[in-house]
């Protein structure tokens, strides 16, 4: 059985940086796209950012792009979330999420395509 725990929320002035940490363990083989998603009260998740186990593909939301980053450890145990330059609208509960599948450019934001997620971890950016 996957199972996934978020860590490395957390309160921070605009213009900070954050890393967040997804360990995950039940993995077998590497054929897995793991994702960061985000939440904020009354509204649905939305993909932040995927890694593909298998080889170096990722994507992200265009309201990320050139200030997140993801990346996994060699182990390939831990996902993580490199937060640079944090703005208030960034701010939400961060959820990891996997499937068992290559992460696809037209599925790998949509909630529904995953079918293990962690807790949550918060994140708050005042400005």
């Known amino acids: 059985q996957v199972h996934l725990v978020e860590s490395g929320g957390g309160s921070v002035q605009g213009g900070a940086s954050l890393r967040l940490s997804c360990a995950a363990s039940?993995?077998?083989?590497?054929?897995?796209?793991m994702a960061w998603f985000r939440q904020i009260p009354g509204k649905g998740r939305e993909g932040v950012a995927a890694?593909?186990?298998?080889?170096?593909?990722?994507h992200y939301d265009d309201s990320v792009k050139g200030r997140f980053t993801v990346s996994l450890d060699n182990a390939k145990t831990t996902l993580y979330l490199h937060m640079n330059n944090l703005r208030p609208e960034d701010a939400a509960m961060y959820y990891c999420?996997?499937?068992?599948?290559?992460?696809?450019?037209?599925?790998?934001?949509?909630?529904?395509?995953?079918?293990?997620w962690g807790q949550g971890t918060p994140v708050t950016v005042s400005s």
């Open positions: 890694r593909f186990f298998g080889d170096f593909t990722t």
């Open positions: 999420a996997a499937r068992e599948s290559y992460c696809s450019s037209g599925s790998w934001f949509r909630e529904s395509a995953y079918n293990y």
């Open positions: 039940g993995f077998i083989g590497s054929h897995y796209c």
